[in-house]
Every structure is written in structure tokens, then in C-alpha cells.
């Protein structure tokens, strides 16, 4: 996606505290990094992250969905305008907690990457440290993809994997995930960024 202008412009949306976000920021501030996170964008205006963007020096703005009810699109073209506004060209999800509808995966296909905390295709949608456990798998981990409209279900740019040690629990098992996550989402952030990852027919390519 490099354009000869320099660095993508990217934005990040988060709804919590924002610790994948951090980790791409100071990724970022390597002067070769091929992306520039230029916005941040919460759903909800006490989200942890957003003062932690402020504080990093970086535009921060909250949407909030609340006031658009059920009109999910309504929230998202308000959402939309916010990262157009800013210039953006790709988004990056960390830990953004509202499912996205058609309209704004199409419009953002192939500039849009989530972060999942499990193994894709394993452990689809949410509490996926506690269902690991439950499920009893040896291995569970983390998954960079890019986003597609069935719900985490679009091609893989990057997975770690972590081992599930004997008296694990919820907290353990998504501590060490997470460590994986900051490592992985800067990586493959940078991989979309440069194009040397692409989706292209509904495949990730070079991932
Ligand atoms: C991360 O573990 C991320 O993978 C997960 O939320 C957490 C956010 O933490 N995302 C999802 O579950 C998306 N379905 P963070 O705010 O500290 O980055």
C-alpha cells in the first residue's frame, strides 16, 4: 500500500485500554516504519486508550455508538467521516469491540486488520481465553487478519502461538496471548502497509 507520498496513514480503533495500540505507536516511531498512526478513534469516550494516545501525542477522537441505537451504519458513516477527515487510508482494530456491517468492510476492504486473541479459525467472537481453557487445547495464541463481513472470519497475516501450561487460568493464558499480540500486530501492520501482504480475491497474498 506504500505510496511514494511516504507512510500510510493509519488509523486505530479501540473501545478499551488500548494496549495493542501502544505497541503499534512505538512501533511506529521507527522512521522506516511504512505506517503513521495518525488517528485514533474510540467507541466510547472513557476508553483507557484514547488518553494514552493524547499522551503519545497522537489525534484522538471518541464516536460514540450509543446515540445511534440500533442504526449500526448511521454510527459507522459518522465513524467513516472521522477517519476521512483525518486522510486515513488503513485501519487497524485493536481491541474494538462493535461488530462491523458490510457497508464498512466493503468500503474499507483490504485497508482493514483485526487483531483476534485465539488461533482463527478456533474460537470465533468472545471470552476466547476462557473457551481454550474449557476446550482443553494444548496450543492457543493470537491471529492478525484482514477483515472480512462474516465475523473473524477473513484470511490470516500473521498468528503466534502460546503453549497452555498445567494451572493456567483466564488471566495467565490471555497475559502470555497478549505479550504474543504486541509482538505479531506491529509485524503485520507493517506487512499491510508496505503491500507486501494483500488481500486479493478474498486470500491474503505474501502473508
Ligand atoms: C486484545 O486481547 C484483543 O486481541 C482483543 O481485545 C483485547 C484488547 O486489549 N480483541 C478482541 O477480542 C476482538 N474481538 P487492548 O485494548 O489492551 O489492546
Known amino acids: ?34 505506517a503513521e498512526i495518525a488517528l485514533v478513534a474510540a467507541n466510547l469516550p472513557d476508553a483507557g486508550g484514547l488518553e494514552r494516545a493524547r499522551s503519545a501525542g ?22 467513516d467521516e472521522a477517519l476521512r477527515a483525518h ?23 483490504g485497508r482493514l486488520i483485526n487483531i483476534h486473541p485465539s488461533l482463527l479459525p478456533d474460537f470465533r ?7 481454550a481453557l474449557e476446550a482443553g487445547v494444548a496450543e492457543h495464541g493470537c491471529t ?5 463481513p462474516e465475523l473473524d472470519a477473513g484470511p490470516t497475516i500473521l498468528q503466534a502461538r502460546v503453549p497452555v501450561l498445567p ?9 502470555r ?10 509485524q503485520a501492520l507493517a506487512l499491510v502497509a508496505s503491500g507486501a501482504a494483500r488481500l486479493e480475491n478474498g486470500a491474503a497474498v505474501g502473508a
Not at 1 to 12: C, D, E, K, L, P
Not at 144 to 148: A, Q
Request: glycine letters at 8%; charged letters at 20%; proline letters at 4%.
Open 58 to 79: 497522537i489525534a484522538a477522537v471518541c464516536v460514540d455508538h450509543r446515540p445511534f441505537g440500533k442504526d449500526r451504519e448511521g454510527f459507522e458513516r459518522a465513524l
Open 144 to 148: 492478525v487478519h484482514f477483515v472480512v
Open 125 to 131: 467472537g468472545t471470552h476466547t481465553h476462557a473457551r
Open 87 to 109: 486522510g486515513i487510508e488503513l485501519v487497524a482494530l485493536a481491541g474494538f469491540m462493535r461488530v462491523l456491517t458490510p457497508w464498512f468492510v466493503t468500503r474499507w476492504q
Open 167 to 175: 494451572g493456567d487460568d483466564e488471566a495467565s493464558l490471555s497475559a
Open 1 to 34: 500500500m506504500s505510496t511514494a507520498a511516504g507512510r500510510v496513514r493509519t488509523a486505530i480503533l479501540i473501545s478499551g485500554r488500548g494496549s495493542n495500540m501502544v505497541a503499534l505507536i512505538e512501533a511506529a516511531r521507527a522512521a522506516d516504519f511504512p
Open 177 to 186: 496471548v497478549l505479550e504474543q499480540e504486541h509482538r505479531i500486530y506491529p
